[in-house]
């Protein structure tokens, strides 16, 4: 589900920019990869080797919009991916689709460092199964989040033709929605080659985000602002092909934007979780006591990055100790939203998919909504 608000952001800056020129290609992957084993308690062997193949169109931005200036001109990159796990009886393999940015953090002439991330959706094919696959304990649903995080350097021999270098980790994850969920990881070399097409620049500029009026009249970005959210998500208690339990959670918060695509929010935040009031009256608490189980109220400071009208945000939540004492102190989560079509100049709100994690596990996958004044 990350997967799909990300995929629609990326489209729209696909379809969005007419004014992109140079550098428009196809490129090739292949990293010859290892599974990570990450807990004691993964009960498959681990592979002696996994293979992961990228297909992909990249676009290089032009620079035309600020936003596009302000992180260096990003790589825009949808790739169509490929992984053989090494293990067809247990593990499978993994077909995706996954949109990037890649970012340069360093040039030197024709040698370029870079930072590549994204996020999408991937199919499994080997998901746990009590009976036909018990010791794939990792991931218990066909349907996935990826995530991809490496860094690169590209070669430029000629205005047509790079190649590339990269290491890094992919992440496959489906957000405890279902049951087990410890994840997949794996992590390699990356040797690649980019074909670019030559195409002429077009020198129509277009709108960027709060940086326009109707009238057309340029606009400054307003420093402070005022956010609220709501975010519903769900999440298999326990027991694999058991019963899915809503989530809700409402969260106010004040921020600061101290550059134009980067701002800074803390707040507030209450939380109800249907499975732990559930699990606590079953196991013969009384209504009130379940219901103070279930509630949460935390205090967050939250972090994000905007790229045109998608972004991301990263939250760091504290637990406070009422109604009762949490057993953890703090949270985090991670959302990619999109930014809707402004209300009345200043009024932005937005949609997008949000991850709740304790110390690397999944607590819950949901979406939210929200309004940014």
Known sequence: ????????????????????????????????SK?????SNLLFD??????????????????NKRWERYWGKPR??????????????????AVAILPE???????????????????????????????SNPNNNAIGSYLNNITS????????????????????????????????????????LSIGGIYNFDRKKDQHLEEDLLTQDRAGHPLTYKKWIFD????????????????????????????????????ITAGAEYEFNNARYTFFKRNFYTEEEALDQARSTIVYAEHELRFGRVFNRFRLGFY????????????TKVVTGLYLPEVRGHVRPYIGVVLKTHTAVADYLGILFGVSI
């Open 149 to 188: 995080l490496k860094f690169g350097l590209e070669y430029r021999w000629n205005a047509q033709w790079m190649t590339t270098l990269s290491t890094g980790l992919v992440h496959f994850s489906n957000g405890l929605s279902s049951s087990p969920n410890a994840g997949i990881n794996i992590y390699g």
């Open 76 to 93: 825009i990159v949808l790739n169509g991916l490929f992984v053989n796990y090494g293990d067809k009886d247990v593990l499978g393999n």
């Open 101 to 131: 940015l890649h970012f340069t953090l360093k040039q030197w002439n024709t040698l370029r460092l870079n930072l590549q991330f994204g996020t999408g959706i991937a199919h499994l094919n080997k998901p746990y199964n009590a009976i």
């Open 320 to 331: 406070l100790p009422y109604p009762i004492q949490n057993s953890r102190t703090l949270y």
């Open 228 to 263: 609220i959210q709501y975010h519903y998500g769900f999440t298999e208690y326990t027991v694999p092909d058991g019963p899915k339990y809503g989530v809700r959670a409402l969260s106010i918060g004040g921020g600061y934007r101290y550059t134009e695509f980067m701002t």
């Open 1 to 32: 589900m990350k997967g799909v608000i990300l995929w629609i952001g990326f489209f729209v800056l696909f379809t969005g920019h007419q004014n992109l020129f140079g550098q428009h290609g196809v490129s090739f992957v292949y990293a010859p």
């Open 46 to 63: 681990v592979p002696d080797r996994t293979h992961e193949f990228r297909v992909a169109y990249t676009l290089q931005t032009s620079g």
């Open 35 to 39: 599974v990570i084993k990450h807990r």
